[in-house]
């Protein structure tokens, strides 16, 4: 079985879970579900702007296991910040999934406007404190605008998913979710499967494995969830089978040091700057 990461408002929550930007929002998103269900995965990732919940949601729904021992993550798109309109589009997404309640929702990205994020979030602790949702978090935003939610709000987020791994890690941000007890995730894990890297190849040949399980045991060691995605049930296995070794502290160090600090995705300015131009 998957191990947990315990948030700091004790919810306990898979260490991995299945990716699924771009799957369809029709059987194949089923079988994903199903066939990551029996890989082992208990988490399922989702978001508004995936245009997936709703059969992603019957896949959950269908797929053998009792909903409690499943974890949900939708998010919040960028056309629904403020407080009314972000509770309006979790009901919309709670409809599509056809659930009674999302174990974790987030605010997919933060925008400009410090105050409608601010309302969000407002909109945000009332879902969690109606039992709406167990975990409530971001995605996509930087320490300051995590101070700000912190400094004006009156519960902390519990998680932010972020673009991370060996190419490109975030340090400052990774830095102030472990000091404050936010829950890092990793969107895009694996950098597109990019990792003909020698610290990478060198860990895969010792231990038998392959450099995404090198890069995903990575992740694990360093205490943050990892989100692959992938619709091919051999990757959805293979993604998992890390938990047999451990690396060494010098393996891990090798790892952290192929940083580039050059994205994969967008950044927050630069997308939001895009959606203004309506390129998105």
């Known amino acids: 079985m998957i191990p947990c990461f315990k948030l700091h408002n004790g919810v306990e929550v898979p260490a991995i879970g299945l990716g699924t930007y771009r799957i369809p929002n029709d059987e194949e998103a089923v079988r994903c579900v199903r066939d990551a269900v029996a890989a082992g995965y208990r988490s399922i990732d989702t978001a508004m702007f995936y245009h997936n919940e709703e059969w992603l949601g019957?896949?959950?729904?269908?797929?053998?296991?009792?909903?409690?021992e499943m974890y949900v993550t939708t998010k919040l798109w960028n056309d629904s910040h403020g407080y009314e309109p972000a509770l309006k589009a979790f009901a919309a997404s709670l409809r599509r999934l056809g659930l009674?309640?999302?174990?974790?929702y987030l605010i997919h990205w933060p925008g400009f406007d410090v105050e409608a994020f601010v309302q969000t979030w407002k909109a945000f602790e009332t879902l969690y404190k109606d039992g709406l949702v167990r975990v409530i978090g971001v995605s996509n935003f930087m320490d300051w605008q995590l101070k700000v939610l912190m400094e004006r709000c009156e519960i902390k987020p519990m998680v932010n998913q972020i673009e991370?791994?060996?190419?490109?890690?975030?340090?400052?941000?990774?830095?102030f979710c472990r000091e404050n007890g936010i829950q890092v995730e990793a969107w895009r894990p694996i950098a597109h499967g990019k990792l003909d890297r020698g610290a990478l190849l060198?860990?895969?040949?010792?231990?038998?494995?392959?450099p995404a399980q090198i890069t995903m045991r990575w992740h694990y060691q360093n205490g943050c969830r990892a989100i692959p995605k992938t619709t091919h049930k051999e990757r959805m296995a293979e993604n998992v089978d890390i938990f047999d070794f451990s690396l060494t502290e010098r393996e891990m160090e090798r790892i952290t040091n192929l940083n580039t600090y050059v994205r994969t995705g967008e950044s927050p300015d630069e997308f939001f700057l895009t959606v203004k131009r309506g390129s998105v």
Do not use: M, S
Request: aromatic fraction near 8%.
């Open 100 to 104: 009674t309640y999302v174990d974790e």
């Open 164 to 175: 991370t791994h060996p190419l490109f890690q975030p340090a400052q941000a990774i830095r």
């Open 58 to 68: 019957k896949g959950v729904r269908e797929c053998g296991v009792p909903r409690e």
């Open 202 to 210: 060198d860990a895969a040949k010792k231990y038998g494995k392959t």
